[in-house]
């Protein structure tokens, strides 16, 4: 599980972080777009975690770059699962970030900071009827254990101190906020919506205030984007 960062009491900020390495790599999305991005690798990110970032179109030259906090998800980004809405976010964002330019910041933070199996556990008990949040409680692990200080660090290693933030998570401007990085404009992602992730959806809405407009779901496995 993903640990609260530490803090330079001197500079009442996280500790510095800087870039490890920087590679090329071309990425093919599923719906066929192909585009350059620039993985970036971290020393020094207070969780200790290999987050990652991944600059896209033009963001060495863009002064507010478009910026996705995305919380690793193996079932919906890789396996394609449809009970969340991560694997069509993220496609959507490198998507809508390739034609701005900016930076997708991947976190490895798999169910909201408490780890894989966990989150199938968590997946059992809402087969029982319980939302997503609390089914995490019921574990007796946080109901949302993400910290984005490491995302910050990230930031200002790249040099990004200004940023239009992709997301309809309040709590990732107000958390960036603290660590120093401006969010001049929140722009919403994609809605995804299928029949089962339905009430995954409006458990953000009702518990954590995700600003999403809810539609009527596609077919399973389906995705509509707002």
Request: with cysteine; charged share 20%; net charge negative.
């Amino acid at each position: 599980m993903t640990q609260p960062c530490a803090t330079d009491e001197r500079q009442g900020q996280l500790p510095a972080a800087s870039v490890r390495a920087a590679v090329r790599i071309p990425l093919q999305l599923p719906d066929g777009l192909w585009t350059d991005g620039e993985a970036f690798s971290f020393n020094g990110l207070a969780d200790g975690q290999e987050h990652l970032a991944v600059g896209l179109g033009n963001h060495r030259g863009t002064d507010v770059p478009l910026v996705r906090l995305h919380s690793e998800c193996l079932t919906g980004d890789v396996l394609g699962s449809a009970r969340c809405d991560c694997g069509p976010q993220l496609a959507d964002a490198v998507d809508q970030i390739s034609r701005t330019s900016g930076y997708l910041i991947y976190l490895r933070q798999e169910g909201r900071g408490i780890g894989l199996y966990n989150k199938l556990d968590a997946y059992a008990l809402q087969d029982q009827g319980q939302d997503t949040y609390a089914a995490n409680e019921s574990l007796g692990l946080p109901a949302d254990g993400r910290d984005y200080g490491a995302a910050a660090q990230m930031l200002h290693a790249l040099d990004v101190r200004e940023i239009r933030l992709l997301s309809n998570n309040p709590d990732k401007q107000a958390q960036l906020a603290r660590h120093g990085i401006v969010v001049r404009d929140q722009v919403p992602t994609g809605v995804f919506v299928t029949t089962s992730n339905t009430r995954y959806l409006q458990a953000k809405i009702d518990v954590a205030g995700h600003q999403i407009a809810l539609r009527a779901p596609t077919e399973h496995g389906g995705g509509v984007p707002a």
